[in-house]
């Protein structure tokens, strides 16, 4: 079975401070790796994934994550926080075979934003 | 095509009513999810299809509730006798599947958000 854990369910910043959002997972194989941004009365949009190749991807907004094997991490990073970036952040995991399809997801992270 | 759609978006029922959720995925998406989310926590999985076919059931998904998807395009969900505990955000997403891999890129729609008075 796999799982994902976000630490921290509130995360605050300073505008133009550094973003820095933990995703840890638990599964047999190393899965594709998603974050996931999440306004108010909207659904799920993808801000960037990891299915294969270099470890570093970036996505849109200026986010960027790394998928370290070692630690079954997959942060989410952003050098400098801009207002608009306040939002919940879900992070999910999907598995590596054909017949699979659902993600599993952490109970995500409220990102705030302050002045 | 203008993505993922749900409806409706907002649903309110008394205890015990029977309730019905559409969503329209994404054209020639041949996959469909439901996902469920309450406040605090993440999505969590129901059911998939893949064309017309229902190829997985969460434990979450009682017998109270039903999917369907019956043309392989757009997909109902109903819940019948609707409890308090039924209260939450129902999410639908589609994805294509590509090639040989099961790379799996879902698309969200708004959600419907239901409150069981």
């Known amino acids: 079975a796999q799982s994902v854990t976000q630490l921290g369910s509130h995360v605050s910043v300073s505008e133009g401070a550094l973003v820095l959002l933990r995703c840890n997972y638990s599964?047999?194989?190393?899965?594709?790796l998603f974050w996931y941004v999440q306004y108010p009365n909207q659904g799920l949009q993808l801000l960037l994934k990891y299915t294969t190749g270099a470890t570093l991807v970036k996505g849109i907004n200026g986010f960027e994550a790394e998928f370290k094997k070692s630690e079954t991490s997959f942060h989410l990073t952003k050098p400098s926080a801009h207002m608009s970036d306040a939002a919940e952040y879900v992070c999910?995991?999907?598995?590596?075979?054909?017949?699979?399809?659902?993600?599993?997801f952490g109970d995500g992270t409220t990102l705030t934003v302050k002045p | 095509d203008t993505g993922v759609s749900q409806d409706p978006r907002h649903k309110i029922t008394k205890r015990g009513q029977n309730v019905t959720f559409r969503c329209d995925p994404i054209?020639?998406?041949?996959?469909l999810y439901w996902y469920r989310q309450t406040l605090g926590q993440g999505p969590e999985f129901l059911t998939y299809?893949?064309?017309?076919?229902?190829?997985?059931k969460s434990r979450l998904l009682s017998d109270r509730f039903s999917a369907e998807r019956p043309k392989g395009s757009f997909s109902t969900l109903e819940i019948q006798r609707t409890e308090q505990g039924d209260s939450a955000m129902y999410l639908c997403?589609?994805?294509?599947?590509?090639?040989?891999?099961?790379?799996?890129?879902?698309?969200f729609g708004p959600g419907t958000r239901l409150t069981v008075l």
């Open positions: 299809f893949q064309n017309e076919a229902q190829l997985e």
């Open positions: 054209s020639e998406h041949n996959r």
């Open positions: 599964s047999s194989v190393p899965p594709y």
């Open positions: 999910a995991v999907t598995r590596r075979d054909l017949n699979a399809g659902k993600s599993t």
């Open positions: 997403a589609s994805s294509p599947q590509t090639g040989g891999m099961s790379y799996n890129e879902q698309f």
